[in-house]
């Protein structure tokens, strides 16, 4: 527990993005909760989500994916040094494009049982198809700062134009996951940036 919050605090100070206090416990009681053995996650950064996980669900592998060079080497060292080495892969690739490739090939349908959605949020809505074929019947994907600040179906008056983009695709997402005829229920979480839990059907 300590070590955990060394590493938050040290994350932060250096200004790199984490998950923030809420919504890790509320990944954490999920993930102890269902005991996924297969996780993917999008948006890396230097492993803190996905070293959550590993420890939450002691069979697991995860997949991960990060577009930065920089955080990729680091993440790779921190599951190195944290003993999960050979449970965590991690892909130094564009999530849009990595997501669509493992979607084109049918033996990854239906291969992960929890998937973790924490890279670009403008993309989320491109990823929608990918994820949903990805994610075994049942499964659970978590979806963190669907509702960004507050701006996504919320009051823009005050919102900064360059989150303009941003605001609309989420709210695309959200529109979207709310009518797919494969997700079996949802779960709108409203903690600090808004966590989404959708189950697949
Ligand atoms: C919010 S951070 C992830 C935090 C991490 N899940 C945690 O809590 O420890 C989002 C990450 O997505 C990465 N990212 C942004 N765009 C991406 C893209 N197109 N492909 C892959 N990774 C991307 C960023 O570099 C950043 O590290």
Do not use: W
Not at 60 to 79: C, G, P, Q, S
Not at 91 to 106: F, I, K, R
Not at 175 to 183: C, F, K, L, N, R
């Amino acid at each position: 527990m300590d070590e955990e919050k060394e590493f938050r605090n040290r994350a932060e100070r250096r200004g790199l993005p984490i998950i923030r206090e809420e919504s890790h416990k509320m990944l954490v009681d999920i993930v102890s909760r269902l005991q996924p053995r297969n996780i993917l996650e999008i948006g890396t950064a230097v492993g803190y989500s996905g070293m959550l996980m590993l420890e939450a669900s002691k069979e697991a592998h995860l997949l991960t994916i990060e577009h930065d060079d920089y955080k990729v080497k680091e993440a790779r060292a921190n599951f190195e040094s944290a003993g999960f080495g050979d449970r965590a892969t991690v892909v130094l690739e564009d999530c849009d494009y990595y997501v669509s490739m493992l979607a084109l090939d049918d033996e990854n349908a239906g291969k992960f049982d929890f998937i973790f959605l924490d890279g670009p949020k403008a993309q989320y809505i491109k990823m929608l198809e990918s994820l949903l074929i990805l994610t075994k019947h049942g499964g659970t994907i978590l979806v963190d700062n669907v509702l960004f600040r507050g701006f996504v179906r919320g009051d823009k008056s005050e919102m900064p134009r360059r989150y303009k983009t941003i605001v609309k695709r989420l709210e695309m997402f959200l529109d979207a996951v709310e009518h797919h005829p494969a997700i079996e229920k949802y779960t709108l979480h409203n903690i600090e940036d808004g966590m989404l839990e959708i189950i697949v059907k």
